[in-house]
């Protein structure tokens, strides 16, 4: 299997960033780590052996990203207004350079965003407000109210990245229509401790006309990756 590291000075960041590749051609997948995760976190815990096939045959590629959760969401140190700025500037990192990346690096234009826990939400959160990128979305036991993490600071910063808000109110057609022609896919664990969540987030995009799948495992499947691993390997193809 190809596996390649990579690393660059991020403009939007201010620091070097780094980031793995699997696999050769094929439909380009955006891999986001779970809270505080790094890059190399779907090799560690075996997402890439699960997706050997595709990855070996040519059908997928895989762009594994780090995050900046300690310095942004997880940074308790910062008043909430620089947490979700630098939120705010490791999105700009993903749509400013590391998307032009993909695209310099595989034709395939059908990009798809994968997470788990909170990669799920890194994940839908950038499909939803740049729908325009994206083929598909495959988010695996996420949360996507991220109010929590502010201590009741609230802004337009954390509205327009907080989707249980945004999505309520979004009235552009064009948007819309965006999202509506992504396959987007929400999956869980029947003992999942994101269930009601992602129950509930499904039904927000339902009463704004958003077809999704809410794909729901079970008996006894709770929130960790021997579940996502499946999960994965079901939701890629």
């Known amino acids: ?25 094929g439909a380009p997948v955006l891999t986001f780590p779970s809270s505080q995760g790094r890059f190399f976190e779907w090799e560690d815990f075996k997402m ?5 096939h595709q990855l070996n045959n040519g059908m997928n590629q895989l762009f594994c990203l780090d995050s900046v959760d300690g310095e942004s ?7 909430a207004f620089t947490r979700i700025s630098r939120h705010k500037q490791y999105e700009r990192y993903v749509t400013d350079e590391v998307i032009p990346f ?16 909170f990669g799920a939400y890194h994940a839908a959160n950038l499909v939803l407000k740049h729908p325009w990128f ?39 057609h064009h948007h819309l229509e965006h ?14 401790i994101c269930l009601d969540a992602n129950r509930h987030f499904c039904h ?31 939701h890629l193809p």
């Open 1 to 25: 299997m190809h596996r390649e590291y990579v690393k660059w000075w991020s403009p939007s960041l201010g620091r070097e960033m780094e980031l793995l590749i699997f696999g050769h051609s």
């Open 48 to 52: 890439v052996d699960t997706l050997q």
């Open 73 to 79: 969401f997880y940074n308790r140190h910062a008043d």
């Open 102 to 117: 993909i695209h310099n690096r595989n034709e395939n234009r059908h990009i798809i965003a994968a997470g788990a826990s």
């Open 134 to 172: 994206f083929g598909k979305l495959i988010a695996m036991s996420g949360k996507f109210d991220i109010r929590s993490f502010f201590e009741g600071g609230y802004d337009d910063n954390v509205y327009f990245n907080n989707p249980v808000d945004y999505i309520p109110n979004m009235t552009d």
């Open 179 to 192: 999202i509506r022609a992504t396959d987007l896919r929400f999956v869980a664990g029947d003992h999942d």
């Open 204 to 234: 927000l995009l339902y009463e704004k006309g958003i077809w999704y799948e809410l794909d729901i495992w079970g008996p006894g499947v709770i929130h960790d990756w021997p579940a996502w691993r499946r999960m994965i390997l079901k």
